[in-house]
Each structure stands twice: as structure tokens, then as C-alpha cells.
């Protein structure tokens, strides 16, 4: 903007100037700023009162004032005065932005446009910042496939002497990507690169799962996607140039090329290291799935070295550098690599420190880690106390770093926990076929007074089933490997042939054998009453027998999360030894219990779990029908029913058998930590003598299985975990439904 010198008298030919010496400056004032403060003018002016008037000093002060950015026009007064003269600063400043509107942003979010922007209420108004909010938002709103937006702005200015802004926007309809078309790609055709984008073409249902909408950065990540893609399989000199893209704006699609410059494809050659720190060659490279003749990988070769990096770890080299060195032979495109490893020297574990713990007591949490301070470090020893502290279930995340301790020979440990709450009142109601409505309460704490020991009072009642349970437990007596445990319950059960009530108690005392294996004894005292008899037998009459039994428990446990698990076995063994010296009734059972879990694709997960039981009698007598296995439900096999397993009375209610087989399989997804759908197959029975056995057998039978498939949720409540399923019998008989409905609380097999 021009600016204006202007001397009311005629600086030039005004009398004053021919005054000998010039006439003295008297004052300094400012006039017409509303929004620059006065003090900030005052900085840049050099012109001072008391001191003689000077042209060329006031053309600077104007100079200085237009520096600013504020002003659009600057004149200066001056005025003659008592005993001199006095200068008058006239200032027009640049209007503020006041109110900056959005009108037609009917898909994004205004508070995401204005982060976007320069232009915002009180900075000032510039011409060229409307110029540059319709090229930002143009932008914005071509990154998230409006390429048909269009954007305009309108200024006002207001009562107040402020410019109001107005963007307006039309943003059109996103446009879908119709095609991604590849330039060069001769070795893999595009279904298999488009296969490694999570860019995708529109389909006929993207209106459900929004494929097909161009996102700037997720192509940029693509680009990076499809390189490795084209190095895992050799092109170690692939070029991905950046995407070109075509909008149809007649049709309102888009289109993407994607030009490939591929290269050469190259193998392995040779792949050596040295020997160090005591291991050879051969042990170095025993376990990589690198190998010589192999297609160049270079995800596997990444994998490779962390995998040597490892085992220095484990063994207390904790920043070992490895480090392969690439000899590239562009004639015969081979890869000779040389494996260079500096070890470093062997750490200690420093200080192990525990944080965020405002409940759990640290020695809860220290008894966790597999080695003390002092000992050598060894990162598999730190992967497993990480496991180990998830698995205490008092922590919503458990985090751990480690760095350089107090000297270079020692490595501190960092274990950040997160508490999350370990007790609950909890009332809760649910609905199955058999039980109807099932009301349970509870009031329990897995973490009394943050020592670890676990304590629950519960009941849960339905119309087939009453328990009242008391349990206390110490998993770690005095921090030692040794677990003990106290129940005491009263429950009854309806078996629709007979019904019993039991009363009695349980004590458990068991030991960690190694990290996967645990072995414990228990002991259970229970006075039992048969009632509600409906056909009277040898096997089932109404009396109260006692029961005194002592068992035996082993466990191997490799999962890799007891709550929800991915990956591992869980293998457990009982037995149970009733009656003689112990007393009352005399019988046996044993059982073998198998669970597997690995993922599949992405975060599905397989499952895998099985079960086979045996009990009997001796001495004479026969197994109590109480201590018979039934079968049917939530937690064995769903889609039925304890009537519809198993050998039946004359009347078609269930009896129970000496033997059960039962296998679940599974398919889980998890949507998130605490909320997982499954879909299931189980097929299992129970074996036993009974007026009906025509869908079992006496004895344990391979082809008189019952068979379900269904599906279900399971999640993570205030009442502790919920499962919701549904299962369908394959094998429906006359008079039977075609499937059942399970409500279930506690954990999965």
C-alpha cells in the first residue's frame, strides 16, 4: 500500500523550515489505531521530543511503521506548537478477520477445516489469504476423494470495521477409484499387487465397507508396500514411481497408474559368518531360513537377524550389532552376504524398577520376573516376565523397557504397569434353554489388598441349578512357587432324572515346576443328597452318601495369554481317588484335557480343545450317580442339551455315563481386547449303560458322536467374561430342536 507524507504547513516552503535552527519537536501523537497498540508504533519511531524537527528521520519513522504489516496508509501531521512543533502520526490499518463461516461442509467436520486454513478470526486481512484457503481446502478435500469440490470465498466487512469471511463449498460426491491399472509389471500380474494394497476398486458393496475411496496417504504407504513386495521376491532393485491419477469427472471415478521398473531378479548366494563369543558358524546360522539358491528375500533376511540378535541377547549381550554385508553380482544376480557381528560386552541387570503400581504391591509384581538383579540379562527371560505380569490379570498394560544402567556393564528394567480394577460387586442375569433365567451374584477381589491373593463369594441361580461358593486362594505362598486354595460350597443340581444337594469343602495345595508346568494335590470332602427320583434304580435311588476323595493335578501351560490366547498348548491331567481309608463312597476318575491356539490369517485365531474322561467304581460298588458325567451346554457340547447326550431312562431323562469324549473347535476374531466373535464345531457324547443308548454306546465310540455347529460372542463385562451362543445340531433326531441357545460366565476351554 502507498503511503502519504503529508506536512499540513508545507514542510518544503513553510516558513519554519527557514528558520535558523529548524523548529523543535514539542510532541509525538498517534491517532486512528484501534487494534495495534500505540507503545508498538512508539517502538519504531526515532523522531523525539525536544530535539529538532528532521525530514529525512520521519520518512524513516514511516518506513519503519509500514514494516509492520499493518497499515495500509500512513500520513504524518505536524502542527505548530508552544515553543515548537508537533508531529502527528495518521495511521489506516489492515482490517482483522472477524467471523470465518463455513456454509455446504455437510461431510467434513468445520473445527478439521479450520486446522487446515490460515485465515482465522482476528489475524489480519490479506488478499492473497483468499487465494490460499481455496487452494488448502481444494487440497483437503481432493486427499479425501471429493475431486469434484469446489470452494469460493466471500468478504464483508462488518459494524465493527472487521472482515467477516464466508466459504462456501460445494462438495460434490467422493469419487471412487474404478480402476488401478500397472505400468511394467511383468513378473506378477495386478490381481497379485493389488493384493498387497489396502488401496482398492470400487465393488458392488463398497457402500459397506467404503473400499474404493482414494486416500492420499494409504497410496503413499502402498508405493513402500508394493517395493517390498517386489524385494521379498528378488527385485532388489525395483522402482515404484509415484501414482498417477485421472479423474473422470463425467463419470465421477478415478483412475490409478502405477508404473514398476522391476529389474533383475537375484537369489542368495553365499552366506557366511565368523565364529564369536563361543558360537560357531554352524550354530549362527542353524536357524535362519535365508539360504543359499533361495530368491533374495528381504523381509526373511530382516527376520534372520533379529532371530542371531536374539541368541546374543539371551545370553547377555544386549546391544549386539549384526550386521550383513551385501556383495550384489549384477552378471549372475547373486547376493553373497557376509554376516558381520560385534557383540558388544555382557550386561547385568541393573535395577529392576516397577511403576504406576498405586495398588499391587511391588513384590507381587517383582515375583514375576524370571531373573534378579545382579544376573546376567537374557531377553527371553524378559519376553516371559512380560507374559507372566499380563497373566496376573491386575493390569490393563503392562509395559517394559529397558536402558543403560549406573555403568556400562549394567542394564536397568523398566516394568510400567497400568492398574485396572481386580474387585467387583457384581449382579448379572441371563437365559438358556435348560436353566431359563439364570441370576447370578458375586462379590470378589483377585487382588486382596494388592498381595495377589484371590478371594470370591458367589451365587448363581436358574431354574436346574443353585451354587453358593466361598473361595480363597494364595497363588504365592511367602512368594514361593507354592499355590494353596480353600473352597466351601453348597449347591444343587436338577439332572431331570434325579436331583442331588451337596455340601462340603476343598483344599488345594500345588507347586510351579518350571515355567510351563505346574503339579497340584487337593482334597474334597462333600455330603451328597439324592432327591426327586423319577424311576428308581440300582444306580439311582434317593439317599445321602458322603464323599471323600484326594486327586492329583499336573498342568503344562505354554499359552501365551490365559485370558484371551493366540498361540500355545494347555495340557492337564487328573485324578481322583474316592472312599476306602478316606471313607464313604469308593470310585475313581481320570481325565486327559488338551487345548491348542495359533493364529491363521491377519488376527484370526484357531482353537482347538479336547477331552476324554473315565470313572468307575470298585470294591463292589458302583460310580454315585451324582459323580456320573453329563454333557451338553455352554461349556462342552453347545447345540444340545444335558437330555439329548447320553444314555437315557425309560422316560428319556439323561443318566449320565462312565465315560465322555468331547472336541471343540473354533474360530476366533477379536474386534477389539475384551470382545471377540467365534464359530464353532463340536462333536462329543457320553458313554454309559441306560435303558436308551441308541445315540451312544456302553463304551467310549468314534462313530456314536453328537455333532453342532453355531457361532457366539465373547466379552469382557462388569460381571467378568460373558459368552452368547448359538448352536445347530448336525445330527438331529426325532422330537429334538434343531439347535440351542447358551448364556455362559467364565473364561473359554
Known amino acids: 500500500m502507498p503511503y502519504l507524507l503529508f506536512f499540513l504547513m508545507g514542510l518544503l516552503g513553510s516558513p519554519l523550515y527557514a528558520q535558523n535552527p529548524p523548529p523543535t519537536v514539542t510532541a509525538i501523537k498517534i491517532q486512528g489505531n484501534k487494534r495495534v497498540d500505540s507503545s508498538t508504533i512508539f517502538y519504531y519511531i526515532k523522531t523525539e521530543a525536544g530535539k529538532p524537527l528532521s525530514r529525512a528521520l520521519i520518512r524513516k519513522d514511516i518506513e519503519q511503521i509500514y514494516s509492520l504489516g499493518q497499515f495500509t496508509d500512513i500520513q504524518v501531521d505536524v502542527r505548530p506548537g508552544q515553543g515548537g512543533v508537533e508531529v502527528i502520526f495518521v495511521v489506516e490499518e489492515i482490517p482483522s478477520v472477524g467471523e470465518v463461516t463455513f456454509v455446504g461442509n455437510d461431510t467434513l467436520d468445520a473445527a478439521d477445516l479450520r486446522d487446515v486454513i490460515s485465515i482465522k478470526r482476528g489475524v489480519t486481512f490479506k488478499e492473497h489469504l483468499v487465494n490460499d484457503t481455496i487452494q488448502k481446502l481444494t487440497t483437503h478435500y481432493r486427499e479425501k476423494a471429493f475431486f469434484l469440490a469446489r470452494v469460493n470465498v466471500d468478504t464483508s466487512i462488518n459494524a465493527s470495521g472487521l472482515v467477516d469471511v464466508t466459504i462456501n463449498i460445494n462438495e460434490g460426491e467422493k469419487v471412487k477409484i474404478d480402476e488401478i491399472r500397472f505400468i511394467g509389471n511383468d513378473s506378477f500380474d495386478e490381481d497379485d499387487l493389488k493384493d498387497v494394497m489396502e488401496t482398492e476398486e470400487k465393488w458392488l458393496f463398497s457402500f459397506i465397507d467404503e473400499s474404493g475411496i482414494y486416500k492420499k496417504d494409504v497410496l503413499k504407504v502402498d508405493v513402500l508396500r508394493l517395493e517390498s513386495f517386489y524385494q521379498d521376491h528378488g527385485y532388489i532393485r525395483v522402482r515404484v514411481h509415484e501414482p498417477q491419477i485421472e479423474v473422470n469427472s463425467e463419470d465421477k471415478e478415478i483412475y490409478i497408474d502405477i508404473k514398476i521398473e522391476e529389474g533383475l531378479r537375484y537369489k542368495f548366494g553365499k552366506i557366511t559368518t565368523q565364529e564369536v563369543e563361543g558360537f560357531s558358524e554352524q550354530e549362527l546360522l542353524a536357524d535362519i531360513k535365508s539360504k543359499p539358491g533361495a530368491v533374495y528375500n528381504i523381509s526373511q533376511l530382516r527376520e534372520d537377524i533379529l532371530n542371531i540378535t536374539e541368541k546374543f541377547s539371551e545370553k547377555g549381550f544386549a546391544y549386539a550389532d549384526v550386521n550383513p554385508k551385501a556383495a550384489i ?28 503400581n498405586t495398588r499391587t504391591r511391588d513384590n507381587v509384581v517383582r515375583r514375576e520376573f524370571r531373573f534378579k538383579e545382579g544376573e546376567l540379562f537374557n531377553s527371553k527371560k524378559l519376553k516371559r516376565s512380560k507374559q507372566r505380569i499380563n497373566n496376573l490379570g491386575f493390569f490393563e498394560n503392562v509395559k517394559i523397557d529397558t536402558h543403560r544402567g549406573d555403568t556400562p556393564g549394567l542394564i536397568d528394567v523398566d516394568a510400567s504397569v497400568t492398574e485396572k480394577p481386580t474387585g467387583s460387586i457384581s449382579f448379572g442375569a441371563g437365559f438358556s434353554s435348560v436353566d431359563k433365567v439364570i441370576f447370578n451374584a458375586s462379590v470378589a477381589q483377585d487382588n486382596l489388598f494388592g498381595t495377589g491373593r484371590k478371594v470370591n463369594v458367589s451365587a448363581n441361580i436358574s431354574a436346574r441349578r443353585t451354587n453358593f461358593n466361598i473361595l480363597l486362594s494364595e497363588p504365592r505362598v511367602f512368594d514361593s512357587d507354592v499355590s494353596a486354595g480353600i473352597n466351601l460350597f453348597n449347591s444343587r443340581s ?3 432324572s434325579f436331583d442331588t444337594r451337596s455340601r462340603g469343602a476343598g483344599l488345594t495345595l500345588g507347586k510351579n515346576l518350571s515355567e510351563t508346568d505346574w503339579a497340584g494335590v487337593n482334597y474334597r470332602f462333600a455330603r451328597v443328597k439324592i432327591s426327586d427320583v423319577i424311576n428308581p434304580t440300582s444306580l439311582i435311588k434317593e439317599e445321602t452318601r458322603t464323599t471323600s476323595r484326594i486327586g492329583g493335578t499336573f498342568i503344562r501351560d505354554s499359552r501365551d495369554n490365559f485370558i484371551n490366547p493366540t498361540k500355545g498348548w494347555r495340557h492337564m491331567v487328573r485324578l481322583e481317588f474316592a472312599g476306602s481309608v478316606l471313607g464313604g463312597a469308593d470310585f475313581y476318575k481320570a481325565a486327559y484335557e488338551i487345548s491348542y491356539y495359533r493364529k491363521l490369517v491377519g488376527k484370526l485365531v484357531g482353537a482347538i480343545h479336547g477331552e476324554i474322561q473315565h470313572a468307575d467304581g470298585y470294591g463292589g460298588e458302583d460310580l454315585p450317580a451324582f459323580e456320573r458325567y453329563f454333557m451338553g451346554g455352554a461349556n462342552s ?13 425309560s422316560l428319556g431323562d439323561p443318566l449320565g455315563g462312565e465315560q465322555s469324549l468331547l472336541l471343540n473347535v473354533e474360530l476366533q476374531y477379536p474386534i477389539t481386547d475384551g470382545f471377540r466373535l467365534f464359530a464353532f464345531y463340536d462333536r462329543g457324547n457320553v458313554y454309559g449303560s441306560g435303558f436308551n443308548t441308541a445315540s451312544t454306546d456302553t463304551n467310549i465310540n468314534l462313530s456314536k458322536m453328537r455333532e453342532s455347529v453355531g457361532g457366539g460372542i465373547r466379552f469382557f463385562s462388569p460381571f467378568g467374561p460373558i459368552a452368547l451362543a448359538y448352536g445347530f445340531k448336525l445330527d438331529q433326531r426325532a422330537g429334538e430342536s434343531a439347535g440351542e441357545f447358551h448364556f455362559s460366565a467364565g473364561n473359554a476351554f
Open 329 to 356: 553380482d549384477d552378471k549372475t544376480r547373486i547376493v553373497d552376504l557376509s554376516i558381520e557381528i560385534e557383540p558388544g560386552r555382557k550386561v547385568y541387570v541393573g535395577k529392576i524398577n516397577v511403576i504406576g
Open 637 to 649: 457340547l453347545r447345540g444340545f442339551t444335558i437330555r439329548q447326550v447320553g444314555p437315557l431312562d
Open 494 to 496: 436338577d439332572f431331570f
